[in-house]
């Protein structure tokens, strides 16, 4: 209505009882307060008429549409009485079930009304999407489509329908050669209409340099770009693309087949404390908490509570668990926290009877990914081409080279490894991610071990080679040549980790190693282990450019949220 649709009203003028009114009474123009009275008594009700007609012409309205609509309890919110009818997985959903009438429950990926007789939605589940129609034809109603075509996107519904073959094949759904022909819709979640972010947009990968600043930028086909740092402020909505979720499920994968190998060796499962009272793995990466009236540190890795463990007669354990480091370090494969694997074992004669054990771990590992999850890699790979080339070393058993044989292989490439060569420093970055390409190349693998590193770049519990001291009994696993994993032979004679500790500047007197030497003053067997970084793992298998993209909630030194 155009005005407050109450009846005409005359002006003054045009009243005749103005006119006619008789000047009489006090001689004067102006009506008498009896007359106002009575006027303002009569206009109240007449609005109050006009409203009451309005609303009786719209509840008429409402039931007519009511009465008209033939779809009334095929739509709308999902009704409470709604049988509980057996749900199909979309990803489950195939050629078998044309003509068969199913129910799913999925997002709404996308609504489109077509026509007052035709509405189209994109139903998205887990990242797996297929189409479904609504067309108004006895007895889905006008309203009904009306009514699904405007469903927000992101909104959670329920619908049942008869699987059909489209007419031509639907090139933006997963499932592009079926289609659900609508005979119920309701709605079980609705999701606010204005979203930060839309999903169909991060389904691209991130620009590759994270430096980008927020604000809307548009690829080459006018559609926006999601930066990293949107997509990780609105990690739930990043989850929900097809990539994240092929993501999450092989990192998944990778802690079931560690666990899975680990279990069967007999390895025990253990849970270690990630409060201690003391810093003492060393290094100045440990993150200080208030412990009531005292001072308590994060762990930097379960390394000295698996030993003892070890100590403990435990044989064989391993863990999965947040590792904390304070570390400002902001690249594409540092953390702050991260979930680490580790394991420690005993060994008989010498510590390659781990060592290979860890080896064979790795290779089952990548092996199985490959297999168990191609589907996964493959969704993957549509935005990081690297996804599916992992190069698995040939004939099932690992790449071992020394250390110093890396090194070298650096020489003949012309890089300056002067400081390697005095064991002044490790590989840096740029020199491991080198390496990888020189043994790619070389060798056909993009998973190798460098074995045999100098003691000088190892922390006070790793075992020194007994051939030559200047070297240790420890290893490196590298993944398209960056480290995944670091490991070594502990030293478990407790005179011999004394000298050990002193060496590296430590006081083995000193309260805070007091437990941990007291495991080996009690006699501790022989030993090896290492720690494995999930994200890493996951990172590099995929060959995705930024760890974030591998973590579900990563934590850096600029992020704490979500
Ligand atoms: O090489 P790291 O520091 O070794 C240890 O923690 C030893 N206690 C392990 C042992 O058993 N000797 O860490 C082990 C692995 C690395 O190889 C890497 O995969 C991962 O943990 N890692 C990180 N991942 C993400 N962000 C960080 N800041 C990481 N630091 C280490
Ligand atoms: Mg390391």
């Known amino acids: 209505m155009a005005d407050s649709g109450l009846p005409h009203r005359p002006k003054p003028e045009e009243t005749p009882e103005a006119s006619a009114a008789p000047a009489a009474e006090g001689g004067a123009a102006a009506p008498s307060k009896n007359a106002l009275k009575k ?9 109050k008429a006009a409203q009451r007609a309005a609303q009786e012409k719209a509840q008429q309205q409402a039931a007519a549409a009511n009465a008209e609509d033939t779809a009334k309890g095929l739509y709308g919110p999902i009704p409470e009485s709604e049988d509980l009818q057996p749900v199909t997985n979309i990803q489950q959903l195939s050629e078998e079930h044309y003509e068969k009438e199913v129910t799913v429950i999925a997002r709404v990926d996308n609504a489109r009304v077509q026509s007052a007789k035709l509405a189209f939605l994109m ?35 329920q619908v049942t329908g008869t699987v059909k073959k489209p ?132 762990t930097q890795s379960p390394q000295l509570y698996k030993q003892m463990c070890i100590a403990g007669d435990m044989e064989s354990v391993f863990e999965i668990g947040p590792v904390f480091r304070a570390e400002d370090s902001n690249t594409h494969r540092h953390l702050t926290e991260f979930t680490g694997l580790d394991f420690e074992r005993t060994f008989r004669h010498h510590y390659h009877e781990v060592l290979e054990f860890a080896e064979d771990l790795l290779v089952f590992i990548l092996t199985e990914l490959k297999e168990r999850y191609k589907d996964q890699i493959a969704v993957v790979q549509k935005s990081y081409p690297k996804a599916g080339d992992f190069k698995l070393p040939k004939g099932g058993k690992a790449l071992r080279l020394k250390y110093m ?28 991610k080198q390496l990888g390409q020189i043994i790619r190349e070389k060798y ?50 407790a005179k011999e980790l004394e000298d050990s500790m002193r060496a590296k500047g430590l006081d083995p007197n000193s309260e805070e190693f007091e437990d941990y030497l007291a495991a080996f003053r009690q006699g501790c067997p022989p030993h090896a282990g290492g720690g494995l970084g999930l994200n890493r793992i996951l990172q590099f298998f995929l060959g995705l450019p930024n760890i974030r993209l591998a973590t579900l909630f990563p934590r850096d030194p600029q992020r704490l949220r979500p």
């Not at 909505?237 to 990539?243: P, W």
């Not at 998973?447 to 003691?455: I, N, Q």
């Open 39 to 47: 006027a303002a008594k009569e206009k109240a009700k007449a609005e």
């Open 123 to 157: 139903l998205r589940q887990q990242g797996v999407k297929v189409q479904a129609v609504v067309a108004a034809k006895e007895p889905i109603s006008r309203q009904m489509v009306k009514w699904t075509g405007g469903i927000n996107v992101n909104s959670i519904v």
């Open 167 to 298: 007419g031509v094949p639907i090139a933006s759904a997963t499932l592009s050669n079926l289609e659900i022909h609508i005979s119920k819709a309701y709605l079980i979640s609705e999701a606010a209409q204005m979203l930060p972010m839309q999903v169909k947009d991060a389904e691209r990968p991130p620009p590759l340099s994270d430096v980008v600043e927020d604000g809307v930028q548009l690829d080459a086909e006018g559609a926006p770009i999601v930066t990293l740092k949107t997509r990780l402020d609105n990690r739930v909505l990043d989850l929900q693309t097809e990539t994240s979720q092929a993501i999450t499920w092989i990192s998944s994968g990778i802690v079931q087949l560690f666990s899975e190998y680990m279990l069967k060796s007999g390895a025990r499962w253990i849970f270690t404390s990630k409060l201690a009272g003391a810093a003492s793995e060393g290094g100045s990466n440990v993150f200080e908490v208030k412990y009531f009236k005292r001072k308590a540190y994060l």
């Open 405 to 432: 044989d890396g090194v070298a292989l650096l020489k003949e490439a012309g890089v300056d490894v002067s400081e390697q060569e005095r064991f002044e420093n490790d590989l840096t970055t740029a020199m491991e």
């Open 444 to 493: 056909d693998t993009d998973f190798y071990v460098l074995d045999k590193f100098p003691m000088a770049v190892r922390p006070f519990y790793t075992k020194a080679d007994p051939e030559d001291p200047k070297f240790s009994n420890s290893y490196d696993f590298f993944m398209r040549g960056e480290e995944i994993m670091s490991g070594a032979q502990r030293i478990h004679d």
